[in-house]
């Protein structure tokens, strides 16, 4: 009975181990062209945000970059710049 115990926690264990080394926490640093005001920025930060597996989104219009802290086993940079352009904005290069 000990034993299957033991197992059967051991197993638990290396289950969240895995999924812990599963999940990869990234920030990336997107140029944003075309903002012209603070308003711009914000609706990008939102969107952004909205976003699955996005944790984090600052974006600036005195910078013209977002930064995105993001969960890369659910989301892509692609899919992050895919979102920026979605709001009307061009992702530079």
Do not use: N, W
Not at 5 to 23: K, N, T, Y
């Amino acid at each position: 009975m000990r034993t299957r115990f033991v197992a059967l926690a051991l197993g638990i264990i290396l289950s969240l181990g895995a999924a812990a080394l599963a999940f990869t926490e990234k920030t990336v640093t997107i140029a944003i062209d075309g903002m012209h005001c603070d308003k711009c920025a914000a609706s990008v930060a939102k969107k952004l945000k909205a976003t699955e597996g996005v944790q984090e989104a600052a974006v600036s219009f005195d910078t013209k970059e977002a930064t995105v802290k993001y969960d890369d086993a659910k989301v892509s940079v692609e899919k992050l710049k895919e979102t920026i352009k979605s709001t009307g904005f061009k992702v530079k290069s």
